[in-house]
């Protein structure tokens, strides 16, 4: 028998998933009947607005940008709907469980009306707190990566970092000449752009992007792809960023001398970039052919976390990554982990450092909870005692 093509299955999931809400909080809810069938024309109403909104940049341009709004919004509510209805049932189970253990009557008929309300509201209020979040211009991170054996001459060298602009639907040109000017008030050495900067083709988004051209680093601005330039197009994208000034850099490296001491910059495709083209599969290995020896410190800028696996065995020093989001919102931070070796900070992996930023912007629904966007000032210091 033969399988469903996965985004039917996708849609069934979805379509599943509100009849789940729908059941367990309307029946519950200390509301009138209009009011519950106004939530119950809302569920249905979303099963409709998601897939669109998913699929906006494929609508006539008066009509995508409205419906990516509304169906990511209406996404982001209804995660935040099923996290709440799923703890709510686990709440009144274990309420239950405790009254059958007391051998006392279920009396949980308040608890369940209370929560059945509660959980729509509070879902309402995180989506908009969310939205806040994501919306407003990321803020500066700071990190101090100590370097053992640092030469006196690099400390203090800074890495102005972005990733995860995600231009598309709802990030536009303002926001994105937003970044740019928070960047360049950093005056930092280099401007290290991670990957997935956009969300659809070059012919949609390069006025969009063309503000990234701006952006302005003491030895220049560099780039690598994330997985999202080779859903959108990645020959098209990186050319496209080629005559906007920026260096791409796909399995090679630069030599920036500062100060009088060397320090190899080197870049690699998304670490799924082989799936897409056989010939892009990341190499960090290769990306440090000619390096020179004598250079102390070897800093990788790579999309995803996981390429940490390679580059710490190739000799790197510093790896920064994007890719997670730092989550974005429940639940996906859980889910994060599941694939990552690191979801976002500072951490060592033998002895390689791995900094993974949160994202500049942010995917799918404009919303973000206990990950907040950033912009970061990497600087190198010498590690105490070395």
């Known amino acids: 028998m033969r399988r469903p093509p996965f985004i039917t299955r996708i849609l ?13 909080l309307i029946p519950d809810a200390p509301v009138s009947d209009a009011i519950r069938w106004l939530a119950g024309l809302y569920l249905v109403a979303s099963c409709v607005l ?34 709440m209805t799923v703890l709510r049932d686990v709440v009144l189970a274990a309420v239950w469980a405790a009254e059958a253990l007391r051998g006392v009557p279920h009396g949980d008929a308040s608890v369940r009306a209370a929560s059945a309300l509660a959980v729509p509201v509070l879902a309402l209020l995180v989506t908009l707190l969310g939205l806040f979040n994501a919306r407003r211009l990321a803020r500066v991170v700071t990190v101090d990566v100590p370097i053992a054996g640092l030469p006196p001459a690099l400390a203090g060298f800074t890495i102005a970092q972005i990733s995860d602009v995600h231009v598309g639907p709802t990030i536009r ?21 991670t990957g997935d900067v956009v969300d659809g083709p070059v012919d949609q988004l390069s006025p969009h992007t063309a503000p990234l051209a ?26 496209e960023f080629q005559r906007l000034g920026l260096q791409v850099l796909s399995n090679r490296h630069v030599v920036i001398s500062h100060n009088g001491a060397r320090l ?4 690699v495709t998304d670490y799924t970039a082989g799936q897409f083209d056989p010939a892009q599969r990341s190499d960090p290995r290769g990306a440090l052919l000619g390096a020179p020896a004598d250079a102390a410190v070897r800093i990788l800028l790579a999309h995803q976390p996981r390429t940490a696996i390679a580059a710490e065995p190739a000799g790197y020093t510093l790896q920064i990554s994007g890719h997670t989001h730092g989550g974005q919102f429940l639940p996906w931070n859980f889910f994060v982990r599941l694939q990552q070796p690191f979801t976002a900070g500072l951490r060592k992996m033998g002895r390689l450092w791995v900094y993974t930023s949160r994202g500049t912007g942010y995917w799918g629904p404009p919303k973000r909870v206990g990950a907040p966007s950033e912009i970061t000032r990497i600087r190198l210091v010498p590690a105490r005692g070395g």
Do not use: C, K
């Open 12 to 24: 069934a999931i979805g379509i599943l998933l509100h009849v789940y809400i729908g059941l367990r």
């Open 50 to 83: 998601i897939p669109l909104g998913t699929r906006a940049r494929r609508m006539a341009p008066r009509w995508s940008r409205q419906a990516a709004w509304t169906g990511l919004t209406a996404m982001g509510f209804f995660s935040s709907l099923l996290v």
């Open 173 to 193: 040109r303002p926001y994105v000449e937003a970044i740019v000017a928070a960047v360049n008030a950093l005056s930092a050495d280099v401007v290290a752009i």
């Open 214 to 239: 701006g952006l302005a680093g003491r030895y220049g601005t560099y780039l690598v792809t994330g997985n999202h330039e080779y859903y959108a197009g990645a020959r098209e994208w990186v050319a």
């Open 264 to 267: 190899v910059l080197a870049g």
